[in-house]
């Protein structure tokens, strides 16, 4: 679809992932009749990411099935598709932003919503052609063609996007080592006993899973051969997955003098320090209400969503601040994760159930008080712990700690006990 | 779930993409076999329990695989919670 140069609509929305695409739909639910615009830089129509490494991997959900709408929405709900651009260059006084092409776009609006590109290893050839990151179609679609012939894969990245490419890879009959730099997977999402967890779990299914280990070189050049590691020893393999976090897409902003730190930073309404722009999903760096007003960003779907859903109503003039409490879910193996809360800077933890049981939850504490839970296999701990968060449930005694241990009670029969 | 994003209903959030993980795309059966009408599974179940708006006929739309039995199935979208 070309650009015209001096078009102008009064919200460009750039970026058409789930955050991107959730503002126009939340505009136009809430009744905005002004013209709406969404630039992707990617050619594909909108689509749901947390199924490229499961379902559509698998061959359970091909691409029509992953789209977020079907394609006749987006004329239906008069929202213009501009696929296949990239934003170069933000222009806050004149109002306008620059497409690679050259087309320029007027706006009312400006709601940046460019998540973030998969983190690069730090080595010469970070681009080889049996290197992939999981972030886009196009990578699922590589990861696909790679995985019907070739058979050893080596995933660098301990996090939730390494340890569900393992899984998956695992399930298709791969040899799969995994190789994470620090002592521990999921450092940064969870706490220690859910990773040893998770450890155990990917080693019972047959993955090489290694801990505190440095990749010293990707042997090969453009098509690596094996992985070199600090202490000398070699790990051949056919391709390799990278997972090693992303960052976040938010250059062009700062440029424009936008306020940058870990991605853009905005208030309790998503908006940035420019004028008429807002900044939302996985790139927004925001005080979280969940994180003790620490300033963090969150990538996940429900973040994107529901930050999207503030902005299109500060621009419907129905402004209420971000508070949602963050969730997030992983399937790995016939593992269900599900998560409720921030565990971030937690400082005790109470394991509820048996977890050689491969049912239980952990439940993080930060200053006396609940904070999250993560679940496995333990959807109404999932549902019920929700209240205990959001009540801001004490911990004080002894006996809270055995209530909340067993499995047996209710989460929310305890929830009536503090009140 | 996914027939009614395909039919354009577009106040189904349906977040997690149909992977049995939110309560995102609940409905209600109004009218259709009565089978269909209660959670298939403890986890849907749970998952409906999250909801404010949880009444008769509460389905987590996802959940329903539809085949030719269920020509004639009227569905109602719940309120977001």
Same mark, same amino acid.
Request: with cysteine; proline share 7%.
């Given at each position: 679809m070309p650009v015209e140069i001096g078009s102008h609509y009064d919200v460009v929305i750039v970026g058409a992932g789930h955050g991107g695409t959730q503002t126009a739909i939340a505009l136009r639910q809430g009744g905005f009749s002004g013209s709406i615009a969404i630039v992707g830089?990617?050619?594909?129509?909108p689509y749901e990411?947390?199924?490229?490494?499961?379902e559509y991997f698998a061959g359970q959900r091909d691409a029509a099935r992953i789209r977020?709408?079907?394609?006749a929405f987006w004329a239906d709900k008069d929202i213009a598709l501009l696929l296949?651009?990239?934003?170069?260059r933000v222009d806050p006084a004149g109002r306008e932003v620059w497409a690679s092409v050259g087309g320029r776009i007027g706006y009312g609006k400006l709601v940046w919503a460019t998540g973030g590109r998969p983190r690069p290893?730090?080595?010469?050839?970070?681009? +080889?052609?049996?290197l992939l990151y999981i972030r886009t179609l196009a990578d699922a679609d590589r990861l696909k063609a790679l995985a019907e012939t070739a058979q050893r894969v080596v995933i660098i990245g301990g996090g939730y996007i390494g340890l569900e490419a393992a899984a998956v890879l695992r399930k298709a009959g791969k040899s799969v080592v995994l190789l994470e730099m620090?002592?521990?997977?999921?450092a940064r999402a969870a706490g220690e006993e859910m990773a040893r967890f998770v450890e155990a779990e990917h080693r019972r299914h047959g993955v090489d899973l290694r801990l505190g280990t440095r990749v010293e070189a990707l042997e090969g050049?453009?098509?690596?051969?094996g992985i070199r590691l600090a202490g000398g020893e070699r790990i051949p393999c056919d391709f390799v997955v990278a997972g090693i976090g992303i960052i976040p897409a938010v250059e062009e902003l700062a440029e424009a003098g936008a306020a940058t730190g870990n991605g853009v930073l905005v208030d309790?309404?998503?908006?940035?320090?420019?004028?008429d722009i807002y900044a939302i999903g996985d790139c927004a760096a925001h005080r979280n209400a969940h994180a003790e007003l620490a300033i963090i960003r969150l990538e996940s779907v429900q973040n994107a969503s529901d930050m999207a859903t503030v902005v299109a109503r500060d621009i419907m003039g129905q402004g209420q601040p971000y508070a949602a409490i963050p969730w997030f879910w992983s399937n790995q193996y016939d593992l269900r994760i599900q998560t409720i809360g921030l565990s971030i800077d937690h400082d005790d933890t109470i394991i509820r159930g048996d977890m050689a049981s491969g049912s239980f939850a952990v439940i993080y504490i930060r200053s006396g008080r609940i904070v999250a839970l993560d679940c496995v296999n333990a959807t109404r701990d999932y549902v019920q712990g929700k209240a205990l968060i959001l009540a801001g449930m004490h911990v004080a005694s002894d006996l809270d700690r055995e209530r909340l241990a067993?499995?047996?009670?209710p989460l929310k029969s305890l929830l009536a006990i503090e009140a | 779930m996914e027939a009614l994003r395909e039919g354009g209903f577009?106040?189904?959030?349906a977040l997690c993409g149909?992977?049995?993980?939110?309560?995102?795309c609940h409905v209600y059966i109004?009218?259709?076999?009565?089978?269909?009408? +209660?959670? *298939?599974s403890d986890d849907e179940d749970d998952l409906l329990e999250?909801?404010?708006?949880? *009444?008769?006929?509460?389905?987590?739309?996802?959940q329903i695989t539809l085949d030719?039995?269920?020509?004639?199935l009227t569905v109602r979208l719940a309120p977001e919670d």
């Open positions: 830089d990617e050619l594909e129509l990411r947390p199924p490229l490494s499961k977020i709408r079907p394609e296949g651009h990239r934003v170069a290893l730090p080595c010469h050839n970070s681009g +080889a052609e049996n620090l002592d521990r997977v999921l050049g453009d098509r690596i051969t309790d309404r998503c908006r940035t320090t420019l004028g067993d499995a047996s009670l | 577009d106040d189904i959030l149909g992977c049995c993980s939110c309560a995102t109004e009218h259709g076999p009565e089978e269909l009408k +209660a959670p *298939g999250s909801s404010a708006h949880r *009444g008769e006929g509460s389905r987590l739309s996802c030719g039995a269920h020509d004639a």
